[in-house]
T-cell receptor
Framework: GNSVTQMEGPVTLSEEAFLTINCTYTATGYPSLFWYVQYPGEGLQLLLK?????DKGSNKGFEATYRKETTSFHLEKGSVQVSDSAVYFC?????????????FGQGTILTVHP | GAVVSQHPSWVICKSGTSVKIECRSLDFQATTMFWYRQFPKQSLMLMATSNEGSKATYEQGVEKDKFLINHASLTLSTLTVTSAHPEDSSFYICSADAWGTDTQYFGPGTRLTVL
């Protein structure tokens, strides 16, 4: 079956530091890949997505590239802010669409200090 | 943007009682809604897929008679936890596919505590 593995957290960084959260996946076929963010007290929000190999998703300074050869979708940001403190989830949907059942990673808690 | 609401946001109930959780898409129609369960410091686990006007599809290991799902309209799905027990205490989250926007939107979640 499908699975998503994220680097374990929590991750603690100082403001303006570089962020990487690793994500690898196992899936049949060619899935669509997503990063969701959950701010304290709020619902999950789509941060970025990529639906085919070599696509790069980007939003709010965050980027992730769909790497089929390494089955990875690592999240990066060049300079984090305190407001980026949240839980980040990597996820996939089978079949290259944006509809359907999401399989989530375990989530990574990010805390950014001033 | 598209908004999904859940009600209540938190509920405490006695063991043996039933609890209903509502999930509404406020400004779009959702032909498909999903129900997830999230344990502390763990990921979201899909419980069931709900399609308007038809029976829900449950994931393996989820008791359909315990977690009743009704998707009565294009904007409302409900999850009823029947005869709740302390082990049902969890954070329940719904999401909805927004047709035409290529995006799935999530509700803020409902914290259920069974005493």
């Amino acid at each position: 079956g499908n699975s998503v593995t994220q680097m374990e957290g929590p991750v603690t960084l100082s403001e303006e530091a570089f962020l990487t959260i690793n994500c690898t996946y196992t899936a049949t076929g060619y899935p669509s890949l997503f990063w969701y963010v959950q701010y304290p007290g709020e619902g999950l929000q789509l941060l970025l997505k990529a639906t085919k190999a070599d696509d790069k998703g980007s939003n709010k300074g965050f980027e992730a590239t769909y790497r089929k050869e390494t089955t990875s979708f690592h999240l990066e940001k060049g300079s984090v802010q305190v407001s980026d403190s949240a839980v980040y989830f990597c996820a996939l949907i089978e079949g290259g669409t944006s509809y359907g059942k999401l399989t989530f990673g375990q989530g990574t808690i990010l805390t950014v200090h001033p | 943007g598209a908004v999904v609401s859940q009600h209540p946001s938190w509920v405490i109930c006695k063991s043996g009682t039933s609890v209903k959780i509502e999930c509404r898409s406020l400004d779009f129609q959702a032909t498909t809604m999903f129900w997830y369960r999230q344990f502390p410091k763990q990921s979201l686990m899909l419980m069931a897929t709900s399609n308007e006007g038809s029976k829900a599809t449950y994931e393996q290991g989820v008791e359909k008679d315990k977690f009743l799902i009704n998707h009565a309209s294009l904007t409302l799905s409900t999850l009823t936890v029947t005869s709740a027990h302390p082990e049902d205490s969890s954070f329940y989250i719904c999401s909805a596919d927004a047709w035409g926007t290529d995006t799935q939107y999530f509700g803020p979640g409902t914290r259920l505590t069974v005493l």
